[in-house]
């Protein structure tokens, strides 16, 4: 979510920081309506554990990774 104050377009080759954000040039991106779990989080299955952050980012490196990509917006969530 960009900047508030006016809609923002920005394009380019993103850095993929785990299953729901991206960074474009200096700004951190927080896709809108995808939660995923933290790059660092472990989640537990069938009582083990298992790196659930890992493999959300994994999924969206698989997606993106290396391909330009396009956001717009102008909102800003509670995390910036």
């Known amino acids: 979510r960009l900047d508030r ?3 923002r377009k920005m394009q380019g080759v993103a850095i993929i920081n785990d299953g729901d ?3 474009l040039g200096t700004e ?3 896709m809108r309506g995808i ?3 933290e790059y ?3 989640c537990r299955r069938n ?3 298992y790196p659930c952050g890992t493999l959300a980012r994994q999924s969206l490196v698989r997606l993106i990774a290396g391909k330009p990509v396009s956001c717009a917006g ?3 969530d509670r995390y910036g």
Request: charged share 30%; hydrophobic share 30%.
């Open 47 to 49: 009582g083990a554990d």
């Open 35 to 37: 939660d995923a779990p």
């Open 28 to 30: 951190r991106i927080r």
């Open 21 to 23: 954000s991206i960074t």
């Open 74 to 76: 102008w909102q800003r």
């Open 5 to 7: 104050v006016e809609s």
């Open 40 to 42: 660092t989080q472990t």
